[in-house]
């Protein structure tokens, strides 16, 4: 029988996020962010939901810490919340917000597991989105006036750091597609702070640097891979840009020092321009320590004339799809890994997240997740298939702990290895938690 093996210095863990498992929205000073009024706009998210009470995690931390440590995980990536600690986004410190997360750090560190902290994972306090949000460059001082609040607090605690989660989503999806908070339609506005939370995130790591902070910092775009159709130069030109649009565009400037030209050219096409200050990509290119990954689909796709932004579609070529209808393609996850490595070199990579999105419920005491067990296990073999062939990778975090609020998509959407149910709020360990346990505890598993 063939057997899958990892490292025994090999970081296994899980992640989650502020707004979709914490709650307790208007509690102990906490102000408001753009997810909380873009939730409760109607027609925004489904069936109404919001973040009010999401997993109730911040009530419930102790025995969410309890139920990763049973997991056995080594690493657990969570996000603050910017308006918990900045209730109007500068200004005065809401020490309760810091005390909530130093408990947890406590608790986390209390049960050996390595905190992972993300600075941003989308909740922009609703104040600074009043004064133009990202598009606004004051915006990028009041992020590392927060950060640095933050690596004070947490010097030599959190040894692990994510400046910004998905910058594609913060920009694209949420100011050109609408999809998700605040819910613009702007290309132009969607690139301009695509720079601007670049900027940030440089500024964030000089800062860190400058503080002298121990530990290691980094950002954790999302990316995909696009396999051509054809072999035909509109398919290859076509999937080589909706790769770039998630990877080269954000990775580029941070550990190259510029933008890739052939998407300039492209942006040109659509009538959007890039203004770069002096010193922009100075700081933008500060230099990290790791990069975060977060990969959860790809597919073949094919050119397509289309006056918007895209010009590719996905070929159904009979993979299979998630929940969520997201093509399964594991595949993927090792050509985006290996092309990473060949395009910047040896830089250390942590898996931030991978996951599936699969509905089971609960019966007689148990779900009976199958399809997530095969999931994560078809993603990890390409794992081990990229350590095989010399890419850096120092660990995994799966997505999602804990089923929780899937953004756009409300309750309607579950990734976790546990379950909750969102009326009594009661845990349910998966099968595939056990899983996943017993992967830890072996360092691997057998095929």
Known sequence: MAQIRFPQDFHWGAATAAYQIEGAT????????????????????????????????????????????????????????WPRIFPSGTGEINLKGL??????????LAAGIEPVCTL???????????????????????????????FRKFAGRIKYWITINEPWCVSF?????????????????AVTISHHLLI??????????????????????????????????????????????????????????????????????????LEIKEGDMKDIHYPIDYVGINYYTGNVGRYKQDEGLFDYEDVDTGYVKTDFDWFIYPDGFYNVLCYITQRYGNIPLLITENGACYNDDVEEGRVNDTKRIQYLK????????????????????????????????GYGKRFGLIHVDFQTLARTRKNSFFWYKEVIRKGGFDL
């Open 26 to 81: 208007k509690d102990d000073g906490r102000g408001p962010s753009i997810w909380d009024t873009f939730s409760h706009t109607p027609g925004k998210v489904m069936n109404g939901d919001n973040g009010d009470i999401a997993c109730d995690s911040y009530y419930r931390y102790k025995k969410d810490v309890a139920l990763m440590k049973d997991l056995g995980i080594t690493m657990y990536r969570f996000s603050i919340a």
């Open 99 to 108: 005390e909530y997360y130093s408990n947890l750090v406590d608790e986390l």
């Open 120 to 150: 941003y994972h989308w909740d922009l306090p609703q104040t600074l989105e009043d004064r133009g949000g990202w598009a606004n460059r004051d915006t990028i001082d009041a992020f590392v006036a927060y950060s640095e609040v933050i």
């Open 173 to 189: 999806l949420s100011n050109y597609m609408g999809i998700h908070a605040p819910g613009n339609r702007d290309l132009q506005l």
């Open 200 to 273: 940030a995130h440089g500024r964030a790591v000089k800062r860190f640097r400058e503080l002298g902070i121990s530990g290691q910092i980094g950002i954790a775009p999302n990316v995909t891979w696009l396999e051509p159709y054809s072999n035909r130069k509109e398919d290859a030109d076509a999937c080589r840009r909706g790769i770039a649009f998630f990877l080269e565009w954000f990775m580029d400037p941070v550990l190259l020092g510029k933008y890739p030209q052939f998407m300039l050219d492209w942006f040109a096409t659509k009538g959007v321009s």
């Open 378 to 409: 078809q993603h990890l073999i390409q794992l081990n298939r990229c350590l095989e062939s010399g890419v850096n990778l120092i660990g995994y975090l799966t997505w999602s702990l804990l089923d929780n609020f899937e953004w756009a998509e």
